[in-house]
């Protein structure tokens, strides 16, 4: 009785565009599970999108998802792919007719398959059920087993409020969101005793509130690991993104006593990424939410820890040891410290864009404000990749899309794979030489006003939603003077250290710096913050990887 307690309101889905089909499915289904589990069935794609995250809304838990492979407009695969954007934890079952067992078997690896069904799947106590009930055992063990959501109470338009929220959402922490303009938002506050003049109000697992919380309070208060387990390590890799994950997972898996520490939410701007669709071994495109969750729990499964809203203020040199010193003025030391923090993006210095941040002018894709854009038009500032991925994802729920681009295309700057679903897309134009000259707006952004670079012609335009990619600047100030940098801030390493043949002035051993190997022997950047580093994910994961190799190395001789 306490398992079908626990699993109340946990749902099973099931998929199928064959109204018989799906109604068989759930038949079965409901006479073994139905007392303890709620079946929910779909008979497409899109409607099961729909009832998972109107589920997700409610805070309820989805346990296992069926979905038949043959589906007009949106397939199994394609389905259960964006499903897991929405449910990760959830157990996937692919059904399948024999002749597409092959299909069922590539999509092992792209949607991280847990099993496939052959059709039909009579008699079910043979076929059906002590599948299910391997998969539902597994996902009672797992990290995604019942757990009280936060709620958040704050303001539509509130730049704080929005920040909690993509705070949240990019630490895989589940929350329910309330405007303090319903009758529940209110509850809360008079609840909590809050007037509702300082928001975003969070109420917290265990009932507890906080006002306004800065990162790490929050951190600390969800669940997030803010504190070290020891004061010593082998190897600390500052930096969450794709190449401090990579590290993380690559020195925690040869032994080394591994520690992540990052600033704000793993996964860097990639986390950020609606799709990326040229990383290998994802034929189909990974989101960056889908890839770091994947990545963190990789680095926890081999022992790293993942520190969460810690902030680096400086690194020091004590004899052998590399010294990690922490906004709060605690410390942890190291043999190894593996630089991986990333870039952020430059802010727009048009007028009028600095008091809106937040408030529909977003830095970044903000996914958490994906679904508010319905029927918007949406205005994108950059041409770069991240720029066109943004784009594609907020077609599908905007009324319009416009790039705005500064160069005459966009050639120059974005992968030919993405500027052809660009030029596909019927609700996405490109509007090249322009540049936003003021945002306006009171509480929130209402206007932009649009100049031809070129020409020098200015236009007016109506505009609640506008996300800036305009290029990138190292996260590396706060090293100051200890490891030499361009003039740009990115860092510099291995043979850029040596390019007239000769080491750092400082440098002390008798060999050259190693490849990624900064001025300062047993500290290493991997990344987008190193000088002339390619900028993608994959040669980020890459460079995380090719540092502990040469850790270790470094290790060795010391």
Known sequence: MAQAADAARTVIMTVDDDPGVSRAVARDLRRRYGASYRIVRAESGESALDALRELKLRGDLVAVILADYRMPQMNGIEFLEQALDVYPGARRVLLTAYADTNAAIDAINVVDLDHYLLKPWDPPEEKLYPVLDDLLDAWRCSAYKPVAATKVVGHRWSARSSDVREFLARNQVPYRWYSVEEPEGRRLLAAAGADGQRLPLVITPDGTPLIEPEAPELAARVGLATTPTADFYDLVVIGGGPAGLGAAVYGASEGLRTVLVERAATGGQAGQSSRIENYLGFPDGVSGAQLTDRARRQAAKFGAEVLTAREVTALEVNGAARVVQFADGSAIAAHSVILATGVQY?????????????????????????????????????????????????????????????????????????????????NISVRSHTVVASAHGSDRLE????????????????????????????????????????????????????????????????????????????????????????????????????????????????
Request: aromatic share 8%; glycine share 10%; charged share 20%.
């Open 346 to 426: 430059r802010q727009l210095e048009a007028e009028g864009c600095l008091g809106l941040t937040g408030c529909g002018v977003f830095y970044g894709s903000a996914l958490t404000e994906a679904t508010s854009c319905q029927g918007h038009d949406v205005y994108i500032v950059g041409g770069a990749n991240s720029a066109g991925q943004a784009a594609m994802y907020l077609s599908r729920f905007a009324k319009s899309v416009t790039l705005l681009v500064r160069g005459a295309d966009l050639a120059a700057s974005m992968s030919y794979y993405l500027i052809q679903q660009i030029n596909e897309a019927p």
């Open 447 to 558: 206007r932009l006003t649009l100049r031809h670079s070129v020409s020098g012609e200015t236009e007016s335009v109506e505009a609640q939603w506008m996300f800036v990619f305009i290029g990138a600047a190292p996260l590396t100030d706060w090293l100051g003077d200890t490891v030499l940098r361009d003039g740009r801030g990115f860092i510099l390493a291995g043979p850029d250290l040596t390019a007239d043949g000769r080491p750092p002035t400082a440098w002390e051993l008798d060999r050259p710096p190693y490849h990624l190997e900064t001025s300062v022997p047993g500290v290493f950047v991997a990344g987008d913050a190193r000088a002339e580093s390619a900028k993608r994910v994959a040669s980020a994961v890459g460079e995380g990887a090719m540092a502990v190799m040469l850790v270790h190395r470094y290790l060795e001789q010391s």
